[in-house]
């Protein structure tokens, strides 16, 4: 055998080993491994570059010990038709994991509790919530579902649920890449590297907890509250270009680092810089005011650091009379 068939050889040989062994890793990897956005299944990558992932639609599935539906556009909840019917007042609901309602099924979400709340407030009339939150989304998300799905359904109101983690940079891992979108193993490499670079990041600039996370996100960092003020800036202009009003609206922060809503919430300088942004279309609702006139309990009102069905309760019910002060719905109006 001639030395360049030998070479050819090894080289094929080689090739062939490698490639078998990647095999072998794909096939162990979506035997065995899954990140975290994608236990239960629930989601899937989008072909909106700055989304990274959406859910499935059309689930009817238990995920970590709650009952998920989406319907056939991709959203929790029910079916709803794209053009909206006559006498039908139509929000949408945008959010993280707070407003999908992580923990929760969906009878305790607070786009359903809102949604049941005016119908009781209106009767004469229809309203429809759709909840366009997903987990993990941050307002640049937040603001691309808006402009390629929410508007489809031609709302009459946008409300924004709003976290204090939302100024925090997507997750990258479903970058419109080949192997990342198609190989389980690839992602596995994509995963590993962002975690290295976030725990690099925050050891840093000495973040050990969450209020130095928060801190780092409104403060510290150059760009991530100057791009989520933007983003809501840009939803404010979306909004009222077409006549639909926007509201912002804050979810009280029930982290470890919250011993109360009074003296013991240190997050009170993002509730105002939130309540500064400057822009006719925007409408800030901050529920943590009647958290504080009522005194509550923090441990009776969250499961983990996410809020239960009694505090979901209590936003809904000052969301919507924030709506009626302002004067949003005219029907509430005519309620009272």
């Not at 912002?248 to 919250?258: A, F, G, I, R």
């Not at 441990?299 to 983990?304: A, L, P, R, S, T």
Request: with cysteine; proline share 3%; aromatic share 12%.
């Amino acid at each position: 055998m001639s030395r360049n068939k030998r070479i050819i050889m090894v080289v094929c040989m080689n090739a062939i080993v490698i490639l078998s062994l990647f095999i072998l890793l794909e096939v162990c990897f979506r035997l065995f491994w899954r990140m975290k956005v994608l236990e239960g299944e629930i989601y899937q990558a989008s072909k909106w570059k700055v989304l990274r992932y959406e859910l499935k639609p059309k689930l009817d599935t238990m995920y970590q010990g709650y009952h998920v539906i989406t319907n056939s556009c991709g959203f929790r909840g029910r079916e709803y038709a794209i053009q909206k019917p006559e006498n039908v007042y139509r929000i949408v609901f945008l959010g993280d994991s707070v407003g999908f309602g992580r923990h929760l099924d969906a009878s305790d979400t607070l786009a359903v509790l809102i949604e049941n709340l005016l119908k009781r407030e209106c009767p004469q009339k229809t309203f429809e919530v759709l909840n366009f939150a997903v987990e993990g989304y941050n307002t640049q998300q937040e603001l691309e579902v808006l402009k390629e799905k929410a508007l489809l359904f031609n709302p009459d109101l946008v409300i924004l649920d709003y976290c204090f983690n939302d100024p925090e940079a997507p997750e990258f891992y479903f970058k419109k890449n080949f192997f990342i979108r198609h190989s389980q193993f690839a992602k596995y490499i994509a995963y590993c590297i962002k975690k290295r670079k976030v725990k690099a990041e925050r050891k840093r600039v000495g973040i050990e907890s969450i209020s130095d996370d928060f801190k780092y996100l409104y403060k510290d960092c150059s760009d991530c509250w100057p791009n989520t003020k933007s983003a809501l800036l840009k939803m404010a202009d979306i909004t009222a270009e077409r006549n639909i009003r926007m509201v912002l609206l804050m979810n009280p922060e029930m982290s470890e680092d919250v011993k109360d809503f009074r003296d013991g919430y240190p997050y009170g300088y993002i509730n105002d810089m939130l309540k500064g942004l400057s822009h006719k279309n925007i409408i800030v609702i901050d529920p943590i005011e009647e958290f504080r006139d009522r005194n509550l309990n923090k441990i009776d009102m969250n499961v983990g650091s996410y809020p239960n069905r009694k505090a979901n309760d209590i936003i809904a019910e000052y969301t919507v009379n924030k709506l009626r002060e302002n004067k949003i719905i005219s029907c509430l109006q005519e309620a009272e």
